[in-house]
């Protein structure tokens, strides 16, 4: 079986292919897929599940054997052209541009031809002036190419790496995962030899990157634990931050890695967890809407009710006589 990571590029590029070649033998298929013949009906039996929404009988693609020949009837659909409304237009192209904003992950010649594609297709109603988008602009663009290339291929890297919660520089080799953006900033997650454990990095706090001549070596089970975390895996470097939680935030203790949770008696709870980043803890905070507060520490408490004066004033400022 392979992977995700080609499992859904190739599945995408099945169906046209069957409509445009029906009735071929399975042997050819996975020859021109470059699979065996186990993994070609593999994907075949997760296409019939596969339609337009409402599931009801016509909307779902069929598969038709006739011995070792296959074809797919019932996905004319996909050969339609694509309409995008204009809100869906403007989220690809604010979405591309934000890639481009990225160096080192991704196919920046891709991603341009792409976006000029759908820009040429919306007929100029989509122009560069109509998308601002917000990059990452602290992030040496060198360091995020070399861990670029040391995950594609396989190598181990030496990090020196910021840990805000200390206010120091730690020392540490990690063998990379994978690497995302979150809000235009680059991630690392990676299996850290200092802690024996998966850590997720910003690479706005590494210092300096060198790539070893060591293959990366993550157990199995590791790099599926890693992706099952999703996005953010709390690390002890992280900041610890107590927030008390009326009934209607009590959301944050379900939705949010947590250490503890302590009910209060009425409905709320007191709730611990690490916090990577403290303008998102701001943002957490002040979201909640008077139903949340940040206990301790006290220096990050006193940042957001000042972050909540100064919204507060905002609204408060009189209008301008124009």
């Not at 979405?95 to 341009?112: N, S």
Request: glycine letters at 8%; hydrophobic letters at 45%.
């Amino acid at each position: 079986m392979t992977g995700a990571v080609d499992h859904l590029p190739r599945l995408l590029a099945l169906v046209p292919w069957l409509l445009a070649h029906p009735d071929t033998p399975v042997t050819d298929v996975a020859r021109e897929f470059g699979i065996s013949e186990k993994q070609l009906r593999a994907d075949l039996e997760l296409l019939w599940m596969c339609g337009l929404p409402g599931y009801g009988p016509g909307d779902l693609m069929d598969v038709v054997w006739d011995e070792d020949r296959v074809s797919l009837s019932n996905a004319e659909t996909i050969g339609r052209p694509l309409r995008l409304t204009g809100d869906e237009a403007l989220a690809l192209v604010a979405a591309l541009r934000a890639l481009l904003g990225v160096p080192g992950l991704v196919d920046t010649a891709a991603v341009e031809s792409a976006l000029a594609k759908l820009e040429a297709a919306a007929g100029g109603a989509v122009g560069p002036e109509d998308v601002a988008v917000a990059v990452d602009r602290v992030t040496d663009p060198a360091l995020v190419a070399a861990l670029a290339d040391a995950l594609a291929t396989g190598r181990r890297v030496h990090l020196r790496y910021w840990v805000p919660a200390r206010d120091e520089a730690t020392e540490r080799d990690v063998d990379p995962l994978r690497m995302f953006t979150s809000d235009g900033t680059p991630y690392l997650v990676g299996w850290c030899h200092l802690v024996d454990d998966v850590r997720t990095f910003r690479l706005d706090r590494a210092l300096t990157v060198e790539v070893l001549d060591v293959p990366a070596e993550v157990p199995a089970d590791v790099r599926q634990r890693a992706l099952d975390a999703g996005l953010f895996a709390p690390s002890p470097d992280d900041r610890l931050v107590t927030l008390d939680l009326d009934p209607a935030a009590r959301w944050v203790a379900d939705y949010h890695p947590v250490e503890d949770v302590t009910e209060r008696g009425d409905g709320g709870v007191v709730v611990r967890l690490r916090a990577r980043d403290d303008g998102w803890l701001r943002r957490l905070a002040l979201g909640l809407a008077g139903h949340g507060r940040v206990v301790d520490p006290p220096e990050v408490a006193a940042d957001v009710r000042t972050a909540a004066a100064e919204a507060l004033a905002g609204y408060t400022q009189p209008a301008h006589p124009d």
